[in-house]
């Protein structure tokens, strides 16, 4: 009787558990979301958190415009290259005065890979090197989660980039 007893106070506990998790997490809202360029940046303004340490991170994807260069120095455009994807975080502990109120603004910033596959980029062949000169980015997901990996929020947005001027323009799926 008691191990039955102490079974479900344990079950009523981890159940009151998951739902307190779940309510915090559908309360998280991004606002205030802009893009830019200078590498890709996602800043904006993540609010509900509560008293709770969280990780923004963003993962992006987009075209590359590529510089193929033979062992002689000769340089030539690579000819449409594979996709590429990048990914970074920041941390936002709630100890700190990063988040205030439940409230906080992010700002992640992603670095291309300098270099690719000459294969993938589009080279004459594999004893070239390929080197990123700019990414069209295409796509972005922002992601807010704990440092357990709990995902709070998710969020997709659609990109648009242009070369000159250097600009992009995302719009939330």
Not at 26 to 47: A, D, M, N
Not at 95 to 112: L, T, Y
């Amino acid at each position: 009787m008691r191990i039955k007893v102490y079974s479900i106070l344990i079950a009523l506990f981890l159940g009151i558990e998951v739902c307190s998790i779940t309510l915090a997490g559908s309360s998280v809202k991004l606002s205030g979301v802009q893009f830019s360029l200078g590498s890709f940046i996602g800043e904006g303004t993540v609010s509900g958190l509560g008293n709770t340490d969280v990780i923004v991170r963003m993962e992006a994807s987009g075209i590359p415009r590529v510089t193929c260069t033979n062992q002689g120095g000769g340089l030539v455009p690579g000819q449409n290259p594979t996709q590429v994807s990048a990914t970074s975080q920041a941390f936002l502990p709630a100890d700190d005065q990063v988040v205030k109120n439940g409230k906080s603004a992010f700002r992640v910033v992603i670095s291309p890979p300098p270099t690719m596959d000459p294969i993938e980029a589009g080279c004459p062949n594999a004893t070239w090197t390929a080197h990123i000169d700019f990414v069209f980015w295409n796509r972005a997901t922002i992601t807010v989660s704990t440092p357990s990996q709990a995902v709070l929020l998710s969020q997709d947005y659609s990109c648009v980039t242009l070369a000159d001027p250097a600009s992009v323009v995302c719009g939330r799926n």
